[in-house]
């Protein structure tokens, strides 16, 4: 089968690569192709058409994605035609060629009120233009499609890109001293348990499997910012990552301002996908230790 995965060089696009070139038996089966925003802009009608007809996907799966959330609150426009109208493109030309489409959503559709993890279908209130834009996504693939996969997932951190695993490490490189927020809560998710995931539900989907809906897909464990970094920071000075582990303190959301508002509390239950799929939740200690042993060697 052809398998068309949207983006290239993002976070989970580079999992995605790195995942199907480890495992032979997913290459025999299926071709995949990768699409950077270069070759195909999903904001654009057109350059959506011409690579599906070049690349004839049997099924598609969309990394690509506007994330960056602060920004967005400014780039409102720019979050919109990528995450909303980019997902309808995609969505349309799925559709015209009767395909099913994997997309990958986020806990930001949702407000933070909950207090025990949210379920996929819970009601969705997002508090930034981000969550928006990514809800309204989801509302496009869900008119245009009825075979798709949409995976909500949370706090993604891999060996690539920027996310929070990097970022602590590079601040402690730079300072001794620094606080982290401790008032908000999610599950990390390694990109690459993610990757293993949607590459095992598109060897599923191949072989006849339509259990279509609304997924979501995180560490199977909650923790907030601050806990988390402690995690970061004991396992990259065990690993010489960073030279001495930096005096951090916990603090409160108000303390650290951003542009986009987030929510308190966005720990997502992970059953629906495991009960529908038969994958995992992410193993997000073990991917961390991954993460630092790369930067270790790198
Ligand atoms: N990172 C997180 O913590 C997190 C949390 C929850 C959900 N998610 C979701 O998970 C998915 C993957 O995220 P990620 O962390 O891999 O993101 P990422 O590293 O920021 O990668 C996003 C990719 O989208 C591509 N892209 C942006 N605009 C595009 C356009 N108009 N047309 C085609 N491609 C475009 C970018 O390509 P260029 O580099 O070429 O611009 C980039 O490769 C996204 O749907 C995101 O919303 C992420």
């Known amino acids: 089968m052809n398998i068309l995965v949207i983006g290239k060089y993002g ?10 070139s480890m495992q032979t038996e997913i290459t025999d089966k299926h071709v995949w192709h990768f699409a950077p925003s270069k070759e195909l802009n999903i904001s654009e009608r057109k350059s959506v058409q011409q690579a599906f007809a070049k690349f004839s996907p049997d099924i598609v799966v969309n990394t690509a994605a506007y994330t960056q959330v602060d920004k967005a609150e400014e780039e409102i426009e720019q ?6 109208l980019g997902c309808k493109n995609v969505a349309i030309a799925c559709a015209n ?14 407000s933070g009120d909950n207090q025990s993890p949210y379920s996929p279908g819970d009601k969705t209130c997002p508090k930034n233009v981000y969550g928006l834009s990514k809800y ?12 798709f996969v949409i995976i909500r997932t949370a706090w993604v951190f891999s060996e690539y890109g920027n996310n929070f695993v990097r970022s602590m490490i590079n601040l402690a490189q730079q300072k001794r001293q620094f606080g ?25 989907i191949s072989s006849g499997t339509k259990k279509w809906g609304i997924f979501h897909y995180n560490g199977a464990t909650s923790v907030s910012w601050y806990e988390f970094a ?12 960073i030279d001495e582990y930096p005096d951090i303190s916990p603090i409160g959301t108000e303390d650290y301002p951003t542009l986009a508002k987030r929510p308190n509390f966005s ?3 992970n059953d629906k996908i495991f009960e529908r799929w038969r994958v995992r939740p992410s193993d997000w200690k073990r991917g961390l230790l991954k993460v630092i042993r790369h930067q270790q060697s790198s």
């Open 267 to 269: 720990a997502m239950c």
């Open 230 to 241: 402690k995690e970061i920071f004991a396992l990259a000075e065990q690993n010489a990552v």
């Open 11 to 20: 976070q989970l696009a580079s999992c995605l690569r790195d995942v199907i």
């Open 97 to 110: 060629l009767n395909i099913p489409l994997i997309h990958i959503s986020t806990d930001y559709v949702f």
């Open 180 to 204: 982290v927020v401790n008032d908000q809560i999610g599950n990390p998710t390694y990109a690459g348990d993610l990757a293993l995931s949607i590459v095992d539900i598109v060897d599923a």
């Open 79 to 84: 979050a919109i035609a990528v995450n909303q």
């Open 136 to 147: 309204l996504g989801e509302q496009e693939v869900m008119t245009y499609l009825s075979q």
